[in-house]
């Protein structure tokens, strides 16, 4: 019998992106990202009219991308008007030309649910300085504060975990 192959520990920065990949899609992850920043990006007028459905882009690449967006029919005509300015504003969230075309499908823009605020989590002080230390490479603050903020949620489930055995 073969002795377990133990992997090197990663640090949590260059493992995040993986996660996110394996647990929805990359995809699904590109959607996610955008609903969550939405309003950000198109604005808020443009947010309580029209929400983003759907983010496609051709086999194999990650430019050209469409993003279909729920608008509301009242406002449809103006927001087609404005599908420049959204690529572009598009295209400034992702960093590079992602997306080519905007799809406008009529219909009511489904409300996004309110977030249920996370319990608290509870982290030894072992913890807390290994997580400080994972991130101390990090420059960006507002990525930074997001893998901190998951960092907690993760280490809070492993004592949940172990608090339940």
Request: hydrophobic content about 40%.
């Amino acid at each position: 019998m073969r002795a377990p192959r133990i992997r090197a520990a990663r640090r949590l920065d260059q493992l995040i992106g993986q996660v996110a990949r394996r647990a929805v899609g990359k995809k699904a992850a590109a959607l996610g990202g955008l609903a969550a920043h939405w309003p950000e990006i198109a604005g808020r007028d443009l947010a309580l009219t029209a929400v983003p459905e759907r983010i496609s882009f051709p086999r194999g690449a990650r430019e050209g991308g469409t993003v279909t967006l729920r608008v509301d029919p009242a406002h449809a005509l103006a927001v087609s008007y404005d599908t420049a300015r959204i690529i572009d504003r598009l295209n400034t969230h992702f960093g590079y030309p992602a997306i080519a075309k905007i799809k406008l499908v009529q219909g009511r823009p489904r409300p996004s649910a309110p977030r249920a605020s996370p319990a608290p989590t509870v982290m030894s002080d072992s913890d807390r300085a290994e997580l400080a230390q994972a991130l101390e490479s990090v420059t960006d603050p507002e990525i930074k504060a997001r893998l901190e903020s998951l960092g907690r949620s993760l280490y809070g489930r492993s004592a949940r975990a172990k608090r339940d055995w």
